[in-house]
């Protein structure tokens, strides 16, 4: 059975960075489109970022230029390099297999002074 198992999430203060990590277990993603999405407290989830089996990327405009998704299929591997983090960047991040409904369990991205 395959996991993701997010992680790498911490409190950083503004303007800081952090990277995140997603990796497979159980099976491997390298044929799959993935995805990065975030859940604020009270919100909805959004999608954040997503990369294609091969490597095209794409961002939702608020972490355009200051966010980078990529991934090293030979690790099982999807990564979020965050820079420039924001207090709004503050949220529960989770990686997904996009359209096999494979989720992670998530890890809390705080960004605070």
């Known amino acids: 059975q395959v996991q993701l198992v997010e992680s790498g999430g911490e409190l950083v203060q503004p303007g800081g960075s952090l990277r995140l990590s997603c990796v497979a277990s159980?099976?491997?993603?390298?044929?799959?489109?993935m995805g990065w999405y975030r859940q604020a407290s009270g919100k909805e989830r959004e999608w954040v970022a997503s990369i294609t089996s091969g490597g095209s990327t794409n961002y939702a405009d608020s972490v355009k230029g200051r966010f980078t998704i990529s991934r090293v299929n030979a690790k099982n591997t999807l990564y979020l390099q965050m820079n420039s983090v924001k207090p709004e960047d503050t949220a529960a991040y989770y990686c997904n297999a996009i359209g096999t409904g494979l989720w992670g369990q998530g890890t809390q991205v705080t960004v605070s002074s």
């Open positions: 159980g099976g491997s993603f390298r044929f799959n489109n």
